[in-house]
């Protein structure tokens, strides 16, 4: 809603911070309206890292994510999500999508579904991350590059010995990033520092433009 001179009344007027205490003190001097509370305050969320398989909780309050920028999720839970075509509602802004984790008995889905899902994200994405294991022997690598929105494709190995792999066409948008460190450091990194995955892959190709490293 808007007042008579243009202003929004629907958009937060309140720093982070205070908003956080305020949602706070509510929840807790009424402990009967917290859920309404939590769904409130989840709209303000724009950077999320799931570190679980939670996806009937996301369909469930994927509408509530209506600010969500930034995501990190496990291929195979990313996989499970209910998609609505064109956009589904937990992906419909999102501007960086990263398809990786780092358990050990992870499993993932074939490139077929990430494909399918990636289907139902937003158009304004232009920051993806994807494991490399789910560019052996399929097409996701190449339907990535055939995407002109996207800004910076990275193709990840986590811990494990990065295994020689081209990108097609020579598109300076793919960077092979090898990450030493788990995916919640990354994230904290990223929060701390801006530099996470995604600054890594930024710097290596402004690195590259700049002739500091080799073009291929």
């Not at 202003?7 to 982070?16: G, I, R, S, Y």
């Not at 939590?38 to 009937?56: C, G, M, Q, S």
């Not at 010995?161 to 990354?186: G, K, M, N, Y």
């Amino acid at each position: 809603m808007k007042h008579e001179d243009g202003t929004d009344t629907t958009a937060p007027h309140f720093p982070p911070d205070l908003e956080r205490t305020i949602f706070e003190l509510a929840a807790l001097s009424s402990p009967g309206t917290m859920t309404t509370v939590i769904l409130v305050a989840l709209r303000r969320v724009t950077n999320l890292h799931v570190l679980f398989d939670a996806t009937e909780h996301l369909a469930a309050l994927g509408a509530t994510f209506e600010c969500l920028r930034r995501l990190r999720i496990e291929p195979a839970t990313f996989t499970a999500l209910p998609i609505d075509l064109p956009q589904t509602p937990i992906l419909s802004n999102l501007t960086h999508l990263v398809l990786l984790g780092d358990r050990r008995e992870m499993v993932l889905p074939t490139s077929n579904d990430v494909l399918r899902c990636l289907a139902g994200t937003s158009p304004r994405l232009t920051h993806i991350a994807v494991d490399i294991k789910l560019c052996y022997n399929s097409d996701l690598a190449y339907r990535l590059h055939q995407n002109p929105r996207l800004e910076v494709i990275v193709v990840a190995s986590i811990y494990l010995t990065f295994t020689v792999w081209e990108p097609p066409a020579d598109d300076d948008r793919f960077v092979c990033i090898q990450l030493h460190r788990s995916l919640v450091q990354d994230w904290l990194n990223g929060i701390d520092t801006g530099v996470d995955i995604f600054g890594l892959a930024e710097q290596f190709r402004a690195g590259k433009l700049a002739g500091e490293y080799p073009r291929k």
